[in-house]
DNA sequence: GTCTATACCCCGATAGAC
DNA sequence: GTCTATCGGGGTATAGAC
């Protein structure tokens, strides 16, 4: 990572993205960006001619196939869905203790600043949590999981949303308790929606 | 509210509070914060001579006491903790509608912003966390509830984390959609750990 | 495409009169 | 406690040589 043999405008973009990570929109300079880039502050502009906010745009597509890569990876770890859950939840804990608890969800500060102000970011990060969704979706809908397509739809919004919160409160605490909790309890929701003889219902 | 027979103190960490949660931390100057709340902007610096991180952390107590509000009120709403779970994702989803889908949890875009940086504010933000999970679990450890003392601690943190990401995911998609599920998706896990003869386990 | 230099503005914070 | 004025710095963005 923050590899030397990439390209300038790719440098440009992971950089970007790993600092509004860490700061969000507003608290992510151009300058700073450039700097830790090792790359001119013109070139920022010459790659990005619409500034700051073609840029961040940039960073946000960037960071969401970054972290489906990710969530892929912990979706094909087991077959089962329970365990998947807590699979996602541990990858989760571990790239936070290994930065330090700082590298959360790369886009959330950046989507709750701008929210009111710039809705061409807003709409970038409404594609990247749809298309995170519909990685756990998928999951939740493969054959022999027994979930029926209108559950797995939503719980794969409140996958979503619960690990965001649990990530979120795991780094303000720096603690992997959050997730932990998380994984088990996301667990036990999408076994509650298991189809067979065994389980009863709500 | 933002109301006038207010004194310049409480006006100006309701302004602040009210603008950090739109717009996070950095994107909230205080010279806004002083036009808005119809204030001279030495009188900012008279009540807050720390500048802007001590009043950064008194917003972020603010808005502590006034979701604490809001919460006691979804919990008292009825005596069943499950359905003081949908009652509170219904609470959220009505102050976000009513404020275009702007106003969401006060802190998180503050709490994004400045965890890497300013370990006062991550510390407030910490405090507010801790209080607003102990009224949750203050109301599943009631008795009649039927909840264990670790179920009850442990799902504190999954209603509180749960809400917090839905609500994210409500603010950046303008629906409702993702808290009701949320709420939902609450209610039957709570219920999940009630004990009694007519429940099953995992 | 990258360099240096810089325009222009707003940031947080302060000074001193009243 | 509030007013006006201002300082020093850093923000986005641009110009023009190379």
């Not at 992971?14 to 990570?21: I, K, N």
């Not at 365990?83 to 541990?90: G, H, I, R, S, Y």
């Not at 959360?104 to 102000?117: F, Q, Y």
């Not at 919160?165 to 795991?170: F, P, R």
Request: proline share 3%; with cysteine; charged share 25%.
């Amino acid at each position: 990572m923050t590899d030397t043999a990439l390209g300038t405008r790719d440098r440009i973009v992971q950089t970007t993205s790993r600092l509004m990570q860490r700061q969000g929109y507003e608290g992510t300079a151009i300058k700073q960006i450039s700097q830790e880039a090792r790359v001119a502050l013109s070139s920022v502009y010459h790659f990005f001619p619409n500034g700051k906010q073609e840029l961040g745009i940039a960073a946000i597509r960037h960071a969401d196939v970054e972290f489906a890569d990710i969530l892929r990876e912990a979706m094909a770890s087991t077959d089962d869905p329970a365990e998947a859950m807590v699979a996602t939840a541990e990858l989760l804990i571990t790239h936070l203790r290994n930065s330090d608890w700082l590298d959360g969800c790369p886009i959330t500060a950046t989507a709750l600043e701008t929210a009111s102000r710039i809705p061409e970011i807003q709409q970038a990060v409404a594609d990247t949590f749809d298309h995170w969704r519909t990685l756990i979706a998928d999951k939740l809908r493969a054959e022999g999981a027994g979930i029926a397509e209108q559950d797995a739809h939503d719980l794969a919004h409140t996958v979503i949303n619960t690990l965001e919160g649990a990530e979120l409160t795991a780094q303000v605490t720096r603690s992997g308790e959050p997730l932990e909790i998380a994984g088990r309890h996301l667990a036990r929701l999408v076994d509650s929606y298991r189809q067979g003889p065994t389980r009863c219902d709500r």
